[in-house]
């Protein structure tokens, strides 16, 4: 099995991008509900992501 | 009376036979997906086998730990199972994995650290995907 190694971003992004695909899919009752749900989802870690972030580097000072 | 008997019999939902959904949910345990496959929604199951699949092998490359039952302080028991539990629910990839000898010591580092919550995180997302393979069985949704 090869290693690999990913960044803190690029770990959250991949978790991000799996976990919406899931949460789209078994959310929603119709096909768009469920892409617009599932790109909402991804936005929101996003945006989680890069506040969270700015947050802690504000906070270090 | 009649009206409080009728709306008990309405916000109770009738539980399905077990004929209907055990398939479903058992096939949508071991294979990521393949409750919705089992089901005819090839297009879902594409989905969630792909994601589930993607997040259990990025753990396992990231040298993620499995988690094993461990009994102690309330907090330890909590975690250990929990995250043992997690694992389980990750079906196919992690009977191999278990089975092939995979077999990693927790240690220090954020990629590893990461890998460990993928394994989880792998296995309770095809919770979830499960849970709505049962509905869809039980006619709750399509």
């Known amino acids: 099995m090869p290693k690999m190694t990913l960044s803190h971003f690029?770990?959250?992004?991949?978790f991000s991008?799996?976990?919406?695909?899931?949460?789209?899919?078994?959310?929603?009752?119709?096909?768009?509900?469920r892409l617009q749900y599932g790109v909402y989802i991804f936005a929101c870690f996003v945006v989680a992501l890069f506040g969270i972030g700015w947050l802690m580097y504000l906070g270090h000072g | 009376m009649a009206k409080a008997i009728a709306k008990d019999t309405e916000e109770k939902p009738v539980t399905p036979p077990l004929a209907t959904w055990a398939p479903a949910v058992a096939l949508g345990w071991l294979i990521p997906g393949g409750g919705h496959f089992l089901l005819k929604?090839?297009?879902?199951g594409i989905?969630?086998?792909a994601a589930v699949t993607v997040m259990f092998l990025s753990g396992l490359m990231m040298r993620g730990a499995m988690f094993h039952p461990q009994n102690?302080?309330?907090?330890?028991?909590?975690?250990?199972w929990g995250g043992f539990l997690g694992d389980v629910c990750g079906g196919i990839f992690y009977l191999l994995s278990v089975w092939l000898g995979y077999n990693?010591?927790?240690?220090a580092g954020h990629v590893h650290d990461y890998g460990t919550k993928f394994l989880v995180a792998a296995g309770l997302l095809n919770l979830l995907a499960v849970v709505d393979a049962f509905e869809i069985a039980a006619g709750r949704k399509d």
Request: net charge neutral.
């Open chain 2, 72 to 80: 102690g302080d309330l907090l330890t028991v909590l975690i250990n």
């Open chain 2, 47 to 49: 989905l969630l086998l």
């Open chain 2, 41 to 44: 929604r090839t297009g879902r």
């Open chain 1, 10 to 14: 690029e770990a959250a992004m991949l």
């Open chain 2, 104 to 107: 990693q010591p927790d240690v």
């Open chain 1, 17 to 33: 991008l799996c976990t919406s695909v899931v949460m789209g899919v078994v959310t929603k009752r119709t096909d768009r509900e």
